[in-house]
């Protein structure tokens, strides 16, 4: 029965999200979540849903538990490696991005993605930040 339950607030968190209804998806996907707490899909989406109201930290960690529980799940490190680059975690940021490359080295997507949003945030916040300097 749990697995139904977590398949539906899945799905109408997810009706939701496609909506534009950010606030609701939210609560359906926590509730999601509290029900299967080993399943990375609602705890992904949430933090998409957390990341466009802006709540950003609550974003990376629901990221951070999401790559925690599947190691292997790409998307949630490429969003956490955005998110901890947009929070001027740079350092952070590469790693997450360097383990996510790792996981799809033929991918070029991921490479170009990622080298030009670094290359695109060091400009603008840390003249030296690719030769080491914070």
């Not at 992904?44 to 974003?59: I, K, N, P, R, S």
Request: glycine letters at 6%.
């Amino acid at each position: 029965m749990a697995a139904s339950n977590y398949a539906d607030l899945l799905q109408r968190g997810r009706t939701h999200m496609w909506a534009g209804r950010p606030i609701e998806a939210v609560l359906m996907f926590r509730r999601a979540v509290h029900l299967s707490e080993r399943d990375v899909d609602a705890r992904f989406h949430l933090g998409e849903m957390l990341w466009q109201l802006g709540l950003t930290d609550e974003a990376i960690a629901s990221w951070r538990e999401a790559a925690k529980i599947d190691p292997q799940f790409l998307a949630a490190r490429l969003a956490l490696a955005e998110a901890l680059l947009a929070r001027g975690d740079f350092a952070d940021s590469r790693v997450v991005a360097a383990e996510a490359l790792a996981m799809a080295p033929s991918d070029l997507r991921w490479h170009t993605r990622s080298s030009t949003r670094q290359s695109m945030h060091c400009a603008r916040v840390s003249r030296g930040c690719w030769r080491g300097r914070r």
